[in-house]
């Protein structure tokens, strides 16, 4: 059964920093590109950032302007999100994906607020 | 960027009606790289239908999807109560990848 279990939400305060987590099972994680997908309360879906099976290939979202970075350890069937300068717009439900967004982990909260 | 427009934004029917929507592309985009998924209230997203027209493991024959270039369209044949739901369309032809703001299929 394929599993995506994302973690290192929380409550961050503005400027601070903040890394994602999300570990992948039942299937051969480093065979697959992956993305990072975030939803703000209320509102609709909005694609963060992918990364390619090996990592050769990374995209993000023009709004992030370089805070965020994605990572992949295929050795650990693990995809990062290292966040940092956060801002009060990047609290969200933040969820990795599979691919072509057949799976989804359930999400993880993360809060920016003073 | 790939903007995807969703309409409309609202559906309001009862169980048993046909739902049509609509995702409107601001330029073209591979058929191989649109899906539509579906979210209920305090979940992840489920993917309904990749590559325009393919359902998804497990995602019943009611949902269907069709189109191409520009213009897609999700249709439920005839709704169930657990299909009242939003739902999304979205691009990875092209980065950066792209949403569709969303509709919501709403009990009349």
């Known amino acids: 059964e394929v599993q995506l279990v994302e973690s290192g939400g929380g409550l961050v305060r503005p400027g601070g920093s903040l890394r994602l987590s999300c570990t992948a099972s039942?299937?051969?994680?480093?065979?697959?590109?992956m993305n990072w997908v975030r939803q703000a309360p209320g509102k609709g879906l909005e694609w963060v950032s992918s990364?390619?099976?090996?990592?050769?290939?990374?995209y993000y979202a023009d709004s992030l302007k370089g805070r965020f970075t994605i990572s992949r350890d295929n050795a650990k069937n693990s995809l990062y999100l290292q966040m940092n300068s956060l801002r009060a717009e990047d609290t969200a439900v933040y969820y990795c994906?599979?691919?072509?967004?057949?799976?989804w982990g359930q999400g993880t909260l993360v809060t920016v607020s003073s | 960027e790939i903007v995807l427009t969703q309409s409309p934004g609202t559906l309001s029917l009862s169980p048993g009606e046909r739902a049509t929507l609509s995702c409107r592309a601001s330029q073209s985009v591979s058929s191989t790289y649109l899906g539509w998924s579906q979210q209920k209230p305090g979940q992840a997203p489920r993917l309904l239908i990749y590559?325009?027209?393919t359902r998804a493991t497990g995602i019943p024959d009611r949902f269907s999807g069709s189109g191409s270039g520009t213009d897609f369209t999700l249709t439920i044949s005839r709704l169930e109560p657990e299909d009242f739901a939003v739902y999304y369309c979205?691009?990875?032809?092209?980065?950066?990848?792209?949403f569709g703001q969303g509709t919501k299929v709403e009990i009349k």
């Open positions: 039942g299937f051969t994680f480093s065979s697959y590109t």
């Open positions: 994906a599979r691919g072509g967004y057949d799976y």
């Open positions: 990364i390619s099976s090996t990592g050769s290939y990374i």
């Open positions: 590559g325009a027209s």
């Open positions: 979205q691009q990875y032809d092209s980065s950066p990848q792209t």
